[in-house]
Each structure stands twice: as structure tokens, then as C-alpha cells.
């Protein structure tokens, strides 16, 4: 292996997600989908910690798909990697020949990879080329939504994806800028934010940190893929089976959050001296909300500073339609999914 991924990477609440992914994980034949493999350091704690388990691992990056299947090679046996995009969810299993599965992880956010190489342009700290791309081999750039988009949709990006106060006033100064100064490297971005933003008021940090994620979210497709594969994962779940996520950001986790209430929630009248089978939510709280980072574990891994883990467990399998709001989650993303998405790796 060229590169130490034990040094790049640290998993963030090692132990609490193995803890969360055990109880599916060591059935006989279980199988396990890792929806964002990275650098393996969670899926190598899984497959140590079950030697039942068939773990597939998606990732659409090419380069920390090779490193982590070097990384678990001892475990050729029991791993099969996967490149793709996670909102294939359903595709991945039908090419593996698998209908249903005991668990699924999610660790969202860049890798601890595209972090830190400097050449793909997700960091503001650092000059590099404005690419924001997970997947190499798809076309769509930041350089690309920077220089074409129209006004309109780059101030939504910033102010939906970013949620930036000044999304107006940054995306009007682009649109000026780039038809004399095209927009190819971070720096430009880095140095019309601070001078768009105001002194006054400023959060924390630097203050292109919410348009170097809005430009990121847009780019790689974040929230919509995952809107697409949470009731993907569901519709393939065993009962008792277990969805695993970790969130860095609001966005995420809004939608984690709201995708996993609808299926713990029992709409039926007040009063009602019996709940209906058909009523019953489909889903348990496993962690009765998000789990933080303590401080200890933030200063191990200051990654783990913004994390929010939450993880629900399939009380009864998914019919075909579901009572209520859930079912217009489930059925609606998954239509959009496969009418817009089919197959384009």
C-alpha cells in the first residue's frame, strides 16, 4: 500500500457505530452495506468485529475504493467492493444478486482523502484547481457551476446549501466577474467571498467555508442522493435489520432526522384503545435521537466536532405502499430515483 490510510484517516465514533451495527451484523450469513466506504476504517472495524458478515462497500471515488480494498485484503472472502454512487443502492444489490440485507452505514461528508489531497480544489485553505469532484469520471465541476450557471440558481445553491446570509450579493459579484475573469482556481472564490462579506457580523472561520459546501453539495449531488437511497436502504432491509448515519452538517442531518421520524411516528386518533398492525411505526429510535462527539473524542479526531449519529431499526417489513407520509418519502424519491437516475455511473 503506497499510502498509510491508518494515518490519513481516523474514523469518527469508532466504537459507538460498531456498538449500533453489531446486533444485525453477527447473524448467521448477515450481509452489510458500507454506502460509503472511503478509507475503510469503519468497514474494517466491522468485519473484525463479526466474522459472519459480507460486507459490499460503495464509493465513487476511484482512488479510495483502491486503497481501502488493499487495506482489507484479508478479508477478500467476506468484502466485495462496489464503485458507485450510494443512490444505486438498489442497483448495487440487483448486481450482486443480493434482494436484502441486515444493515447499512453511512459516514456522509468528504472523506478524510479529499480533505486532505490539496489537488481537488474541497479545501479553502488551499490553492488548487476549483473541481469539488468525488467521482473523477463524472463531468460536472465547481469551475463549471461557477462560470455557467444563471444568477438565480447560484444564489439558491449558496443560501439553500450554504445557508449564506450573503448568498445574493456574493453570486451577483461572480456573474461580474467571470465572463473577464473566469473562475478556475479556489483562491478566486476564496478572495471574492472576503471581500463580498462584510467585517461585521462574520461567523467563526473563514468566511468562504459556506460557499466552498453549497458549491461541494451542488456539485456531487449530496442531499438529493441522499434522499434517494435512505428509503432505498429501507425497502431492502430485513426486520431488524439497521440504518446507520453519520451527519456533519444541518442539511444532513435535517434529512436523516425527518426520513427516520416518519417512520417511527403512529398516526392514528387519539384515544384509540388499540393500535393497528398496519398503523404501527416501522421503524425503532435506536439512539433516541443524534449521538455527539464528548470531548475526549473531539480531541482525538477534531473531525468528530460537528458529527451527529443517529441509527433506527426495522420493526416490521416495508409493504408495497405505507399508511401516511412515509409512504410519499419512500415511493416518491424512489420513483423520482429511477425514472432520473437509472444506471448512470
Not at 458500507?34 to 465513487?60: M, N, P, Q, W, Y
Amino acid at each position: 500500500m503506497n499510502k498509510d490510510v491508518t494515518r490519513i484517516h481516523v474514523p469518527v465514533l469508532l466504537d459507538t457505530c460498531v456498538e449500533l451495527m453489531l446486533p444485525p451484523i453477527s447473524r448467521p450469513q448477515a450481509v452489510a452495506v458500507d454506502c460509503t466506504l472511503g478509507l475503510a476504517g469503519h468497514a474494517e472495524a466491522f468485519l473484525k468485529a463479526s466474522d459472519t458478515v459480507h460486507l459490499l462497500g460503495i464509493d465513487r471515488d476511484e482512488e479510495a475504493l483502491e486503497l481501502a480494498s488493499q487495506r482489507l485484503e484479508s478479508f477478500a472472502d467476506r468484502f466485495t467492493p462496489v464503485h458507485s454512487s450510494f443512490d444505486h443502492f438498489s442497483d448495487v444489490l440487483d448486481d450482486a444478486g443480493i434482494e436484502k440485507v441486515d444493515a447499512a452505514f453511512l459516514d456522509l461528508g468528504l472523506s478524510s482523502l479529499q480533505i486532505d489531497e490539496t489537488d481537488r480544489g474541497f479545501s479553502y485553505n488551499t490553492d488548487a484547481p476549483l473541481d469539488m469532484r468525488m467521482d473523477s469520471t463524472q463531468t460536472l465541476t465547481a469551475a463549471e457551476v461557477v462560470n455557467s450557471y444563471p444568477l438565480e440558481d447560484l444564489i439558491r445553491i449558496f443560501r439553500e446549501y450554504g445557508e449564506e446570509k450573503f448568498s445574493a450579493k456574493i453570486a451577483r459579484r461572480i456573474v461580474e466577474i467571470r465572463d473577464d475573469t473566469p473562475f478556475t482556481h479556489s483562491s478566486q472564490i476564496v478572495q471574492l467571498v472576503d471581500a463580498a462579506v462584510p467585517r461585521r457580523g462574520r461567523p467563526a472561520g473563514n468566511p468562504a467555508k459556506r460557499v466552498f459546501q453549497a458549491l461541494r453539495i451542488e456539485v456531487n449531488g449530496e442531499l438529493d442522493k441522499l434522499r434517494s437511497v435512505l428509503p432505498q436502504i429501507a425497502l431492502h432491509l430485513n426486520v431488524g435489520g439497521r440504518i446507520v448515519v453519520e451527519s456533519y452538517h444541518s442539511l444532513e442531518d435535517r434529512t436523516v432526522k425527518s426520513f427516520f421520524a416518519l417512520g417511527t411516528q403512529t398516526h392514528v386518533p387519539q384515544g384509540l384503545p388499540m393500535i393497528p398492525d398496519d398503523l404501527k411505526p416501522y421503524f425503532r429510535d435506536v439512539t433516541h435521537g443524534a449521538i455527539k462527539a464528548d470531548a475526549a473524542e473531539i480531541e482525538r479526531n477534531p473531525r468528530s466536532a460537528s458529527v451527529r449519529l443517529r441509527a433506527v431499526e426495522l420493526t416490521k417489513e416495508l409493504p408495497d405502499h405505507v399508511p401516511g407520509d412515509f409512504d410519499n418519502w419512500v415511493h416518491s424519491h424512489l420513483t423520482t430515483h429511477r425514472a432520473s437516475q437509472r444506471r448512470p455511473r
